[in-house]
Structures are given as C-alpha cells and as structure tokens.
C-alpha cells in the first residue's frame, strides 16, 4: 500500500523560507504528475504548484517567483521550496502524486503539514 509522508512544515517569519518534502513507499510505482496543494481556514483547498510527468511546472499567481516545485526520482520524493513567505501563506499544505501502479494510474494524498508564517 502506498503512503506520502509529508515534512518540514513549521512557523516561520514573514519574508523567511521553508522547504516541504513529500515521498512516497510502499510499493512498486512511477511518478506522473505531482502536486502541492493548500487550505487556508475557511477556504477551500487550492492548489498552489504542479509538475507534470514531462517535467513542466505550473503555479498559482500568488506563489509565482517564490515557490518552487521539483522532484527526485531516485528518492520517490517531491520537494516545495517556499521563499519570501508571506502571512497569506499560511495554510495546512497537502501533497499529491498520481502514482502509475500495474498499468493503472492513481492519486493519492500526503497527511498535509501546517505552514505558519507571522507578520
């Protein structure tokens, strides 16, 4: 069974960087597409940066220029970096993959790590 386990979330100050780890175990799987995605209190769920199996990324505007998606394949691991962080960032952040598992392809989701960033 495959599982994402997610990392490096915190409290950090506004104009401050963090850098979020996401990988997945479990089983024998490619990579397709992966992606963060986050939820603010009170609002819904949105996604913040995407990768897609050709390598081509893809970010929300609030983020474009301070955040970065990548990915190891050796590591099974998918990376957020975030920097000059701002109060509006703060948000419970997910990870997701859409993982390919005996010819089929499925999404699965990280537990989702808290990002706080003070003013």
């Known amino acids: 069974q495959v599982q994402l386990v997610e990392s490096g979330g915190g409290l950090v100050q506004a104009g401050g960087s963090l850098r979020l780890s996401c990988a997945a175990s479990?089983?024998?799987?490619?990579?397709?597409?992966i992606g963060w995605h986050r939820q603010a209190p009170g609002k819904q769920r949105e996604l913040v940066a995407a990768?897609?199996?050709?390598?081509?990324?893809n970010y929300a505007d609030s983020v474009k220029g301070r955040f970065t998606i990548s990915r190891d394949n050796a590591k099974n691991t998918v990376y957020l970096q975030m920097d000059s962080l701002k109060p509006d960032d703060t948000a419970v952040y997910y990870c997701?993959?859409?993982?390919?598992?005996?010819?089929?392809?499925?999404?699965?989701w990280g537990q989702g790590t808290q990002v706080t960033v003070s003013s």
């Open positions: 990768l897609n199996s050709g390598g081509l990324p």
């Open positions: 997701q993959m859409d993982l390919s598992l005996g010819g089929f392809t499925y999404r699965y």
């Open positions: 479990g089983s024998t799987f490619s990579i397709n597409g």
